[in-house]
């Protein structure tokens, strides 16, 4: 049972558009939510994060929208860059853990076309 | 802040070997979680580490172990290798490992080809 989904495993955007990337979750019991971006061969490095008592949180070029009723959430990158061009995860983290376990989307591979 | 390491970065096993990975956290970090990644599974969670003891486990089987030392330094175990297990192993580290309240950050990995 897939907790986390990322539907589209590709994204290809021209530079300077906006990327998003979309996530879906089926636990309730999800409370915080972050972002991480991959480049191959690398660790994935983290981007952005949301807590399930915010509907938006931004850094930058990088926001997060989260719509609890939906269980969805979004990273809005913009503008898009060609160093953006990685595969991007959603990861998910609940108040029934209280552990360091994240539940990961598959990912989505971001292309930026300059 | 130097950042998670991991060691080796690369290793190369044949079948029915066991093989140690290992991880150094970020400083002041308590928690070590580690992560396996494939092409077909995604990044799966393996276990977690916190003062020593394990805090939780994920769906993997036995022959995957591993222990955290008084530094925080932790170790990942496999043992009689299987062709599957083929996969880049990630090592990420927080500072309690309070799922909903911290951010992980992950090492470089450790990527193990079993042939």
């Known amino acids: 049972d897939q907790q986390v989904k990322q539907n589209s495993p590709s994204l290809s955007v021209q530079e300077g558009r906006i990327s998003i990337l979309n996530c879906d979750y089926t636990?309730?019991?999800?409370?915080?939510f972050l972002w991480y971006k991959k480049y191959p061969a690398e660790g994935p490095t983290f981007l952005i994060s949301?807590?399930?008592?915010?509907d938006k949180n931004e850094d930058g070029r990088f926001t997060v929208f989260l719509n609890k009723s939906a269980k969805h959430l979004s990273l809005h990158i913009v503008p898009s860059q060609p160093g953006d061009s990685a595969v991007y995860f959603c990861a998910a983290s609940g108040r029934s853990s209280n552990t360091g376990k994240l539940i990961f989307g598959q990912g989505t591979t971001l292309q930026v076309k300059p | 802040k130097a950042g998670v390491t991991q060691t080796p970065r690369y290793l190369i096993k044949t079948r029915g070997q066991q093989v140690t990975l290992s991880c150094s956290p970020i400083s002041g970090h308590r928690s070590v979680s580690w992560y396996q990644q494939t092409p077909g599974q995604g990044l799966q969670f393996l276990f977690e580490?916190?003062?020593?003891?394990?805090?939780n486990k994920g769906n993997f089987p036995g022959r995957f172990s591993g222990r955290q030392f008084s530094n925080s330094r932790s170790e990942m175990n496999v043992s009689t290798l299987e062709l599957g297990d083929s996969a880049l192993y990630l090592c990420?580290?927080?500072?309690?490992?309070?799922?909903?309240?911290?951010?992980?950050?992950f090492g470089p990995g450790t990527r193990l080809l079993v042939l």
């Open positions: 949301i807590s399930s008592i915010k």
């Open positions: 636990n309730s019991m999800f409370d915080y």
């Open positions: 990420a580290s927080s500072l309690r490992g309070q799922g909903s309240l911290e951010t992980q950050y």
């Open positions: 580490y916190f003062s020593e003891t394990q805090r």
